[in-house]
């Protein structure tokens, strides 16, 4: 199994445009062909695609509310169950508890005026800054994920402020964030040695 990325690939830039879900993958941006979450419950969420495939998910560009995995019909696209905190899920859920990025890619079957007209477009690196679990427009339990875009990321400062979500503050202050973006292949080694398990308890 390839090791898992976290972070920009090498010999891809921010605002690429892939034209299918094979190249994207090829590309090693977002390896799998079909799932939107790229992601191991044990080690975090490497990267996701807004494909517009669930109706609860929200882009306002600097600021995505992305819905988790499962529950939906095959044929139709709907939800017809309640998610689970398991699996892809739960892989972004570590990522906001390990505050490693992910990497974000926009389908242009994405509904939104931060979607390219055609392909994929890789979007650039955003942290989980929380998850919660919440009925959805279906009525059923989804898991949700704020993501944020990193500085280098942003599209434009006041890009998100007409629609921006109730739960970011619109009022204005001049602050300075530091977020640090580890270089996690020591710790992944040292995961991977142990099989992942608590060496005081045995978890």
């Not at 739960?90 to 990497?103: D, F, H, T």
Request: aromatic share 10%; glycine share 10%.
């Amino acid at each position: 199994m390839k090791e898992r990325i976290f972070g920009h690939i090498t010999g891809t830039s921010v605002n690429q445009v892939f034209a299918d879900r094979s190249e994207l993958a090829k590309s090693g941006v977002h390896p799998p062909t079909q799932a939107g979450i790229s992601g191991a419950a044990v080690e975090g969420a490497d990267s996701i695609v807004l494909s517009g495939g669930y109706e609860d998910d929200e882009d306002y560009g600097n600021v995505i509310i992305y819905t988790g995995a499962g529950g939906r019909d095959q044929n139709t696209g709907k939800q017809i169950a309640d998610q689970s905190l398991d699996r892809v899920n739960m892989a972004l859920a570590k990522s906001k508890i390990e505050g490693l990025p992910v990497r974000v890619t926009r389908s242009h079957a994405h509904d939104s005026q931060y979607s390219p007209d055609n392909g994929y477009q890789y979007s650039g690196l955003y942290y989980v800054d929380d998850y919660w679990r919440e009925k959805g427009r279906s009525g059923f339990y989804v898991w949700r994920y704020r993501l944020v875009a990193y500085k280098e990321t942003l599209v434009g400062s006041d890009s998100i402020n007409d629609k921006r979500p109730e739960y970011v503050t619109t009022k204005r202050s001049e602050t300075t964030v530091q977020r640090i973006v580890r270089d996690t292949r020591i710790a992944k080694g040292v995961k991977r040695k142990h099989k992942y398990q608590c060496q005081v308890c045995g978890t």
